[in-house]
C-alpha cells in the first residue's frame, strides 16, 4: 500500500510539472493575445509592452521544456512574439536577433504546421511582420543608396507576399539601380517588372518605360524596342513611351517601320508638335543613310540616284518640321534640324558648283544662284535656333556655315569666336 502511495504521488508531481510548463504555454498565448488586442485598439504602450514582455517571459520557459519545446503551437507562439520584439524594440542589435529567433521559430512552426495547419493565420501574420520590417529595411538602405542590400530587403518582403505588386515594384526599383555597378541585377530587375506588367498594377505605362531602360542598359535593344511597342500598342495616349518607341527605333535602324508608326500617331493626335518632329527626324535619318550610301558608291549613276532620294527625304523632313515649328514658333530642336535639313542641300550644291570647269560659266552661275537661294531659305530657322539658345554649339555651327556659304566670311568670324567662348562645345 505504500508502494502504491508513493507511485500515486509521484504521478501527480508528474502532472502538476507538465501542468505548470502548459501553463506557461497557455500564459504565453494569453499575454500575446492580449498585446495584439492592445495593439489593434491602441489602448496603451505601456501595458502593450508589459503584456508582450510577459509573453516572452512565458514563451522562453515553455520552448525550453521537454513536455512543450517540440509543440507546434510553441514555436507558431514564439515566432509571432518574437516578430513583435522586432517592431517595438528601438535598438537595431535587438532587432537583428529577434529577427532571427523569429524566423528560425516559424520555419519550424511552418514544417510542424503542415498536416493540420491549426496555426497557419498566426503564423502568416507574424511572417508578415517581419517581412514589414524587411520592408522598412530597404527603404532605408535605398534611400541611403545601399542598393544591393536594399534589394535583398525588398525581395524578402516580395517573397512573404508575392502577389503584392509593391513588393513587385520596390524589388524591381531596387535591382535596377544595382544593375548599374553589378549587372546581374538588372536580370532581378526585368523579371520584376516583367510580372508587374502581368499584374493589376495601376501604372503600367511607367513600367513600360523602366523596362525599356533597363533593357538599354544591358544594351539589348531588340527587346527595348520590342516593350516600346508593346507599350504603345496598350497606352497610344502615352507620349513619353511613344517618343521612347521612335528614339530606339532610329538608334536601330528601323525608320521605314516607324514613318507608318508616327503617321498614325498623328492621325490620332494631329496638334502633337512632338509627333512631327520626330517623323521630321525619321525622314532626316533616311536621308543621312543615302548620303552614307552616297560615299561608298563609285558609280556615277548610282551615286545620283542615290542623290536624289537624300534630297526627297531632306525635302520630306523639312515639311514636318516646318508643321512642328508652326505648332510651337519657339521649338528649339524643330528650328535647329529644319534649318540643318534646308541647309545641307544648299552645302552639296555650292560644293558642286564650285566642281564645274571653269568652261561652264552659266552653269556655275546658275548653280551658285540655286545654293545662295536654299542658303538663305534655311537662315531664319538657323538663326532662331541660335536665338532660342545662343549657347549652342551646334546651333551656331550651322549658323556659320551659313555665312560661309553666302561668302560672308566676317559673319562667319563672329560667329566662329562665339563658338570659341564656349570651349568648343
Do not use: C, W
Request: net charge positive; glycine share 4%.
Amino acid at each position: 500500500m505504500k508502494i502504491k502511495l508513493l507511485m500515486t504521488g509521484l504521478m501527480g508531481l508528474v502532472s502538476v510539472a507538465a501542468f505548470a510548463q502548459k501553463g506557461e504555454l497557455n500564459n504565453a498565448k494569453e499575454k500575446y493575445d492580449s498585446y495584439s488586442v492592445e495593439k489593434a485598439n491602441k489602448i496603451t504602450k505601456v501595458q502593450g509592452a508589459k503584456d508582450l514582455a510577459d509573453a516572452k517571459t512565458s514563451i522562453d520557459k515553455a520552448s525550453v521544456n521537454e513536455k512543450t519545446a517540440s509543440l507546434p503551437l510553441t514555436f507558431a507562439l514564439k515566432g509571432a512574439i518574437y516578430s513583435s520584439l522586432v517592431s517595438q524594440d528601438t535598438i537595431p542589435a535587438n532587432k537583428a536577433a529577434n529577427f532571427t529567433i523569429a524566423e528560425d521559430a516559424l520555419k519550424k512552426a511552418k514544417s510542424l504546421d503542415s498536416v493540420k495547419q491549426e496555426n497557419k493565420s498566426m503564423i502568416h501574420d507574424a511572417n508578415l511582420a517581419l517581412a514589414s520590417y524587411q520592408f522598412d529595411l530597404g527603404r532605408e538602405e535605398f534611400q541611403n543608396k545601399k542598393f544591393e542590400d536594399a534589394y535583398k530587403s525588398f525581395d524578402y518582403y516580395r517573397q512573404i507576399a508575392p502577389d503584392d505588386t509593391l513588393a513587385l515594384y520596390v524589388t524591381g526599383i531596387a535591382a535596377a539601380n544595382a544593375g548599374d555597378a553589378n549587372p546581374k541585377y538588372y536580370g532581378y530587375a526585368i523579371s520584376s517588372y516583367n510580372k508587374l506588367l502581368a499584374s493589376t498594377y495601376s501604372n503600367k505605362p511607367a513600367i513600360y518605360y523602366d523596362l525599356v531602360s533597363i533593357y538599354l542598359a544591358t544594351k539589348d535593344t531588340v527587346n527595348a524596342l520590342k516593350t516600346a511597342t508593346a507599350g504603345v500598342a496598350q497606352y497610344p495616349g502615352d507620349n513619353n513611351l511613344r517618343k521612347r518607341e521612335i528614339e530606339i527605333g532610329l538608334q536601330s535602324g528601323k525608320q521605314d517601320i516607324l514613318v507608318s508608326k508616327i503617321e498614325s500617331a498623328i492621325a490620332a493626335d494631329p496638334k502633337n508638335k512632338t509627333l512631327y518632329y520626330y517623323l521630321g527626324l525619321t525622314y532626316s535619318q533616311i536621308a543621312e543613310g543615302y548620303g552614307n550610301q552616297q560615299k561608298k558608291t563609285k558609280v556615277a549613276a548610282d551615286k545620283a540616284a542615290l542623290e536624289t532620294k537624300k534630297i526627297d527625304n531632306y525635302h520630306l523632313a523639312a515639311e514636318q518640321y516646318h508643321k512642328s515649328v508652326d505648332l510651337d514658333p519657339d521649338y528649339f530642336e524643330a528650328n535647329l534640324n529644319l534649318g540643318y535639313v534646308i541647309l545641307n542641300p544648299a552645302i552639296d550644291e555650292y560644293n558642286a558648283a564650285n566642281q564645274l570647269p571653269t568652261s561652264k560659266q552659266k552653269e556655275y552661275v546658275a548653280a551658285l544662284a540655286k545654293s545662295k537661294a536654299d542658303f538663305d531659305a534655311a537662315r531664319p530657322y538657323l538663326q532662331k535656333a541660335v536665338d532660342l539658345n545662343p549657347k549652342s554649339y551646334e546651333a551656331l555651327n550651322n549658323l556659320k556655315t551659313y555665312y560661309l556659304g553666302t561668302q560672308n566670311t566676317a559673319k562667319a568670324n563672329d560667329i566662329q569666336k562665339q563658338m570659341d567662348a564656349l570651349g568648343g562645345k
